[in-house]
């Protein structure tokens, strides 16, 4: 959830109340109106595009490619999804029918509107719920949005840092441990260079997705059960100049569950999970160390994060 803290520590939560709040006290540009009647087209239009089409767009998402990440936080419908992403469709092309002859739907302004909705079709485009391109109002106001400077700045941070990032499948990791109770033991990796600890980690091959790259890496375990997460390791990767988004993975596997190494690494040992903070050297791994303790050892697992494999 978008949340702004002001100066007197005071949280306002909820994007329509931030951006508020935001146009009172910095009114210029003005993005939802300079007057009664502008900000009244503004939130008509917002209102319109959020309860008609992004609702849907977004629920749609958390019932099904969002499914494994709010899960363990949210009660979820998966039959919905395809129901829903349908009707986000045909509320689109409702929409559509409903701006006129006019380059945004409050007219000649630009507005907080079409902020919103060029925000989550952008998102949908990312999570297969991408629109018709040939609605004959939209498809040429997506593109004209797309071309705003604005629009391309958004997507950068810091002299070309990518800010939107997502996950497009070209790396992924997995934690695994071979135990569920309070020591559970995690299985840390030490690679020739540059001679760090770490656990399974890696890219993925072509024809792969995420979660069968994380099966594959180049130990070569084979796990009883294997688990979708909510958690994302995010770090920033200088050569590139990019915020990377990494799904993580967990696995269990049995006692016995021998380690076979390549070349890229030196050593491995099976060690508990305060053992494995220790010997990991960045925060975000820390951090994911933590969460598989909390989400996987310290509660019952949700049926719904298990993906059948075998």
Not at 88 to 93: C, G, S, T, V
Not at 103 to 114: I, L
Not at 205 to 230: D, H, K
Not at 268 to 278: H, N, P
Request: some cysteine; aromatic content about 10%; hydrophobic content about 45%.
């Amino acid at each position: 959830m978008p949340a702004l803290t002001l100066d007197d520590g005071t949280s306002l939560a909820e994007a329509a109340a931030v951006a508020e709040y935001l146009e009172e006290v910095h009114p210029l540009p003005a993005l939802i109106g300079s007057n009664a009647k502008e900000r009244a087209q503004t939130r008509q239009w917002w209102r319109r595009v959020e309860l008609n089409v992004t609702k849907f767009i977004h629920n749609a998402f958390h019932y099904d490619e969002g499914l494994p990440r709010f899960a363990p936080r949210i009660p979820l419908a998966p039959e919905a999804a395809a129901g829903l992403k349908r009707i986000a469709q045909d509320r689109l092309a409702w929409l559509d029918r409903m701006m006129g002859d006019v380059p945004y739907p409050c007219g000649e302004r630009f507005s907080a509107a079409d902020i919103w909705l060029d925000v989550w079709l952008d998102f949908g485009s990312s999570v297969n719920q991408s629109f018709d391109r040939s609605l004959p109002k939209i498809g040429p106001w997506f593109e004209r949005m797309a071309a705003r400077p604005s629009a391309r700045a958004s997507r950068k941070l810091l002299g070309g840092t990518v800010m939107r990032a997502r996950y497009d499948g070209q790396r992924g990791r997995a934690a695994r441990h071979r135990r569920r109770h309070a020591d559970a033991a995690g299985a840390a990796r030490r690679r020739v260079s540059p001679g760090m600890w770490s656990y399974i980690a890696g890219h993925i091959e072509q024809g792969e997705c995420g979660w069968q790259a994380a099966l594959r890496e180049e130990i070569a375990l084979v796990p009883e059960s294997f688990w979708a997460t909510s958690y994302c390791e995010r770090f920033y990767a200088a050569a590139s100049n990019t915020i990377e988004i990494v799904p993580a993975f967990v696995a269990r596997v049995t006692g016995d569950a021998s380690v076979r190494l390549n070349a890229e690494h030196s050593a491995c040992r099976w060690v508990t999970l305060d053992e494995a903070t220790g010997l990991l050297p960045f925060g975000s791994q820390r951090e994911l160390i933590a969460y598989v303790r909390r989400a996987f050892i310290e509660r019952e697992l949700s049926a719904v994060l298990r993906i059948a494999w075998g």
